[in-house]
């Protein structure tokens, strides 16, 4: 699945990148909100986590990507180590908020604790940063 992911983003980021960005962060989103749902099927289930891990993939790989966009040479390594720290962070925080689900709800509720987390970084994403990300490349093309 990751392969695909990158394989992806490898075919489509330079083509359509803003598009790329939001795609990759609703998918995250929708895929675990559907983890629910689908967990009736075990097939369907394991088809949503290959799906998942594409999507995850390709939205790291974007993250990158951006950040070695807006880095010069010198301070690329530097940056990269705070993306690894705070991707990290990110993964250790969900551990935590997943947890927190497990024991004030129920396992059966992480999907969706985590798709409204997403969904709410997808809007983010798409009406402010993204914009803000098009304003950036506007100023630096003139």
């Not at 024991?103 to 970084?121: F, K, P, Q, R």
Request: aromatic share 14%.
């Amino acid at each position: 699945a990751g392969l695909l992911g990158s394989a992806a983003f490898s075919k489509w980021y330079d083509k359509c990148r803003y598009h790329f960005f939001r795609i990759t962060v609703l998918g995250v989103a929708v895929v675990l909100l559907l983890l629910y749902p689908v967990s009736i099927n075990h097939y369907l289930l394991v088809l949503l986590c290959a799906i998942w891990g594409i999507f995850v993939t390709a939205f790291n790989v974007v993250g990158q990507a951006e950040l070695l966009r807006t880095t010069t040479m010198s301070t690329s390594a530097v940056a990269m180590s705070i993306y690894s720290g705070i991707y990290n962070l990110g993964i250790g925080s969900g551990s935590y908020l997943g947890g927190l689900i497990c024991t004030h709800a129920s396992i059966a509720y992480i999907g969706l604790g985590g798709g409204a987390i997403v969904l709410l970084s997808f809007i983010y994403c798409a009406f402010f940063l993204i914009p803000a990300m098009r304003h950036q490349q506007v100023e630096a093309e003139k």
